[in-house]
């Protein structure tokens, strides 16, 4: 989905986005360079920076992708226990944001810390990809046959479970290779790359019902039903129960967009 017209996006928007997420998550941006262990710092012509600006500006989502950290929920958690996520651009005009974790991960040594919060990046901005295909399940909670809260909870982490081949793509040709000219340690296990050829595999290894995937993807199916029940109910108020089930899908396409949803941003 683009963003209307009015709404006007910087030239140097993928690069002032990657300057903000270097100010607010600094271990991003500086490393220990081997073997003379001098600390160095990654620069706008790094060729991972220049991956994640060409990726902000939005050339691979059709909208440009924020840096705003500052509203999520994960916000409300402990830093070690705060997640990458990517959220926004969806029918309701938000634009496409991303975070990650402000910490590093505590199940890590801190030499992998740059390395994992790099790839929860790389993560996320190619996540953001899946943005069709996730307002397209969304649709499919309207629908005359609407689609099971187990089946969306899958078929919503099975989009997620799609980016870790594109990831390790990004891996081998993008990571590996800066690593090796800047002579940083690359350690393939900071990227948590399990089962990427087995889906039902990776899903299966999920078997708490209060965590990742359920404890997303399900309150959020269930707030859409409550959403739809809202919207027949306002359709029997105003005599118009007759009317096909599949025609309350352009209302919530035609949510009207913020004010000025860039604000701040």
Not at 88 to 113: F, M, Q, V
Request: glycine share 4%; hydrophobic share 35%.
């Amino acid at each position: 989905m683009d963003l209307p017209a009015s709404f006007t996006v910087r030239k140097d928007h993928g690069l002032r986005q990657f300057n903000k997420m270097i100010d607010d998550r600094s271990h991003m941006g500086q490393y220990l360079a081997m073997p003379s262990r001098r600390l160095d710092i990654v620069t706008a012509d790094d060729t991972i920076a220049a991956w994640a600006i060409e990726h902000f500006e939005g050339k691979h989502t059709r909208q440009p992708i924020y840096w705003k950290p500052n509203f999520h929920a994960a916000d409300a958690l402990p830093a070690t226990e705060r997640y990458a996520s990517h959220w926004g651009g969806g029918c309701g005009g938000e634009p496409l944001c991303i975070t990650i974790r402000d910490a590093g991960d505590p199940h890590l040594a801190n030499s992998k810390n740059f390395e994992h919060a790099w790839s929860c990046l790389f993560f996320e901005l190619l996540n953001a990809e899946n943005l069709p295909d996730l307002n397209d399940l969304e649709m499919r909670i309207f629908s005359r046959t609407p689609i099971t809260r187990e089946v969306y909870i899958k078929e919503c982490a099975r989009l997620e479970w799609s980016v870790l081949q594109k990831l390790d793509k990004v891996r081998r040709e993008v990571w590996a290779p800066w690593c090796i000219s800047h002579g940083v340690a690359h350690d393939p296990t900071a990227w948590r790359l399990r089962h990427v050829e087995d889906f039902e595999a990776w899903y299966a290894a999920y078997t708490d019902l209060k965590a990742y995937p359920f404890s997303f993807y399900g309150p959020h199916y269930d707030s859409m039903r409550r959403w739809e029940e809202e919207i027949q109910k306002w359709q029997k108020d105003k005599n118009k129960s007759a009317r096909p089930v599949e025609n309350i899908v352009p209302l919530l396409q035609a949510r009207p967009f913020d004010p000025d949803p860039m604000k701040d941003l």
